[in-house]
């Protein structure tokens, strides 16, 4: 498929989702609401994984510090409820941003496994401010997010609130991909296919990791700030290790260095995590046991079947198509 | 604040860092030798606990119960080594992503067999009582995870350094490639160190149930500490995994103890400031 299709293809899927999920029931966009908050998260991971090579074990970190930063500006400060919603945006994409600015220098000159731990380690730090600074995070109870905000548009309804999430998944997606198509985004590719070389060819791959880390962390704490809404509570658990550990696994799922396939992994894991949990008590062994053939099977992850078909049919060439991405 | 707190904190911190070391050495050693990190490592940490659970409720024997959990886990990590992490060649991205998996399939099995509630492991009498010295209690039970892993360290150390496989070993985690040219199976290498990685975590588990106790989460719980033991020390070293153990058991002691609001804090941000200093750990080898 040439990039032009693939383009069309999502858009179109989109606008097929717009008009279905509404129509779908409330607790279909309830689920789609929280699967879209995520998968903006995991997109995140996604530019840092699937485009620098660099697998992040921490990005609960950045999620989790624009999650807290709404909570308490709302319940505190009565701030972020109207039209100031929009600052709180800013702010929390801002404070994600200077969080991972600060937590990069530790991070980005790491490479392979030492980053995945690093990342960890920070992601773990934050954990504990959040566990125990009971002052400003009020501890293991959480803070409540009771009020959705209004400036017009009134955010407690559930529709309307799905488009506002939908509309930032999409903005935050055709970024995403306006980013990594440019020059920008080739280096990070080249970075994560040979470091070595991209630096000998004059890059400064450090810095070029460094700001992508940044980017990551800024869209963290976006998807932070809608899953406070979302959610309606902002606790440790909201930071705890396995927020990270799913964000990366949606990324793998779907399939690293394609953007929608983190939406698509957090799509599968929301569905048959909150889906197939009412109707098989086993459910968590399917999602663990797709995960583990999609590693076996699919380095490529779900978005790398047509390309496995394709290597079926012609057994002889195109395997150049699936080299997977190297650490 | 006397002199006595600051002994029982020490010696609260050592005993915990015993405990720690059980499951960093083995998540060390494996790092040394096949490149990855197991996230699955706290897996096998709460598997032990519960193996051992099982044991003892069928035969009573907590004596018994030790040996066998962590032999059963060490079975359970060979296979996985054998079955889904060996087949992928080297690939140290996709199978550190692969044992996430295996940690949440583990999750989700020990939910099923042992129910959701919490549980202690209660040693024998013999360990419950304490022991007086210059009118400090130390709890036998401390001591004995002391002695525990001071015996263990020192008997892998021997091993590591005075027999053949040992060096075989260390050849390994110097150098694979080398290694594979020299005549060294890296293949039966790699199986052995998993299995005694996973071996040494559910040991750690048995004994850590006498007083973290065994319950679901406890393994994403646990995992981060042991991530930090293998991060301050240095990955694939031994001596690393003993002193980063220590630091991480004191660190997290004192800083309860001392600052409540920032106890965790007060764990990672030490391991990310030596990491910034030296990013291999303190032993760590490039």
């Not at chain 1, 309307?160 to 080739?186: I, Q």
């Not at chain 1, 869209?219 to 658990?237: E, Q, Y």
């Not at chain 2, 630091?247 to 997290?252: F, Q, R």
Request: aromatic letters at 14%; a neutral charge.
């Amino acid at each position: 498929m040439s990039q032009r299709a693939k383009v069309i293809t999502v858009v179109a899927v989109l606008l097929a989702l717009a008009y279905i999920i509404p129509h779908s029931g409330p607790y279909v966009m309830l689920l789609a609401t929280r699967a879209l908050v995520f998968a903006i998260l995991a997109m995140s991971v996604d530019l840092l994984l699937g485009f620098a090579g660099m697998a992040s074990l921490g990005q609960a970190a950045y999620f989790s510090v624009g999650a807290y930063l709404t909570a308490i500006l709302a319940t505190k400060y009565q701030f972020g409820l109207g039209w100031d919603f929009w600052l709180v945006v800013v702010l929390a994409m801002l404070l994600g941003a200077a969080t991972a600015a600060f937590f990069g220098l530790f991070a980005v000159r790491a490479s392979g496994v030492y980053f995945l731990m690093i990342t960890l380690a920070l992601g773990q730090c934050v954990w504990g401010l959040a566990y125990r600074w009971n002052s400003l995070t009020n501890g293991d109870n959480g803070i409540n997010v009771s009020t959705r905000p209004n400036f017009g548009f009134d955010l407690s309804n559930e529709q309307t609130f799905f488009f506002l999430v939908f509309a930032f998944f999409s903005v935050t997606l055709a970024a995403l991909y306006v980013l990594v198509r440019s020059p920008f985004g080739r280096s990070l590719e080249g970075i994560r296919e040979r470091e070595l070389r991209m630096k000998i060819l004059g890059y400064n791959t450090w810095l070029h990791k460094y700001i992508a880390f940044i980017i990551a962390g800024a869209i963290g704490g976006l998807s932070g700030v809608l899953w406070a809404f979302t959610n309606g509570l902002v606790s440790p658990d909201t930071v705890v290790l396995t927020t990270s550990v799913d964000a990366l696994l949606m990324v793998v799922l779907g399939g690293a260095g394609t953007l929608v396939g983190g939406a698509i992994g957090s799509a599968i894991v929301f569905g048959l995590r909150e889906y197939l949990s009412t109707l098989v008590p086993w459910w968590q062994y399917v999602l663990g046991g797709v995960y583990v053939l999609t590693i076996l099977y699919l380095p490529m992850g779900l978005m790398g079947i047509p390309a496995r078909l394709r290597q079926w049919r012609a057994p002889a060439s195109g395997s150049s198509e699936l080299a997977p991405a190297e650490s | 604040m006397n002199a006595q707190f600051w002994l029982i904190q020490a010696f609260n911190g050592v005993s915990y860092g015993a405990l720690l070391f059980l499951l960093g050495a083995g998540l060390s050693l494996i790092f040394g030798v096949m490149r990855i990190v197991n996230l699955a490592h706290g897996a096998y940490f709460l598997w032990g606990g519960y193996i051992a659970l099982s044991v003892i409720w069928a035969t009573g024997s907590w004596a018994l119960s030790l040996p066998l959990a962590a032999l059963a886990v060490a079975v359970l990590g060979l296979l996985m080594e054998r079955l889904f992490l060996r087949p992928l060649g080297f690939d140290p991205l996709r199978q550190v992503l692969l044992t996430v998996g295996f940690a949440y399939l583990f999750q989700q099995g020990a939910l099923d067999i042992w129910g959701g509630n919490n549980f202690e492991i209660d040693p024998p009498d013999v360990l419950e009582h304490s022991v007086t010295v210059g009118g400090v209690y130390f709890p036998l039970y401390r001591v004995f995870m002391i002695a525990t892993a001071l015996v263990i360290g020192i008997a892998i150390w021997l091993a590591m350094e005075k027999t053949r496989i040992g060096a075989a070993v260390r050849a390994t985690v110097d150098d694979a490639q080398m290694a594979r040219g020299v005549g060294i199976d890296t293949n039966r290498i790699s199986m052995l160190i998993f299995a005694l990685g996973a071996f040494l975590a559910a040991l750690g588990g048995v004994i850590g149930g006498g007083f973290l106790g065994v319950y679901p989460g406890l393994d994403f719980e646990i995992l981060p500490l042991a991530f930090a033991v293998v991060i301050i020390g240095g990955m694939g070293s031994l001596g690393g995994a003993a002193i980063g153990a220590m630091l991480v058991g004191l660190a997290d002691n004192f800083g309860k103890a001392l600052f409540p609001e920032l106890s965790y804090f007060t764990l990672y941000a030490p391991m990310v400031l030596i990491l910034a200093i030296r990013p291999t750990g303190l032993f760590g080898r490039e």
